[in-house]
């Protein structure tokens, strides 16, 4: 019984996404209804979705706090600490902080670098010119 119900749903929010996509082929939309109906159009295939594969949430709050899961278990995979940890996080805070500032200063020193240079270029090319003028003064 349960598996007719749920074949039911799937039926009815596919028929309602068909309705919805209709509605955003229609040039006469609005900006405001475009996004509106695109937003439920988006909302009803996610619906579809989880109806065909209930494993990954039935509610969009399910499948959301199942991502939200699965990120952080790829996150503690790939760096080695849990996002839920409050001392690590401070350490990670930390070390951007100084990373961010250690490019920062590193960028000012070659900004800093290329200034000089042409500066250097400029004073080279005044120095030859006032020799030009004084060589055609002899």
């Keep these: 019984m349960q598996a007719m119900a749920s074949e039911d749903d799937v039926d009815i929010l596919e028929r309602l996404y068909d309705y919805h996509l209709a509605l955003v082929a229609n040039s006469g939309l609005s900006e405001d209804s475009f996004k509106s109906t695109q937003e439920s159009a988006r909302d009803n295939f996610e619906d579809i979705v989880a109806a065909k594969r209930p494993w990954i949430g039935n509610t969009k709050e399910d499948r959301l706090n199942n991502e939200i899961s699965n990120y952080k278990q790829d996150w503690q995979e790939i760096f080695g600490w ?3 940890d409050p001392k690590a996080m401070k350490v990670w805070r930390e070390e951007s902080k100084r990373n961010a500032k250690g490019e ?4 000012q020193s070659i ?3 290329a200034i ?6 400029e ?4 120095r030859v010119k006032e020799r030009r003028r004084l060589a055609n003064q002899r």
């Design 123 to 126: 004073e080279a090319r005044e």
């Design 82 to 84: 849990d996002l839920d």
């Design 116 to 121: 000089d240079k042409v500066t250097r270029i």
């Design 104 to 107: 920062y200063d590193r960028q």
């Design 111 to 113: 900004a800093q670098e």
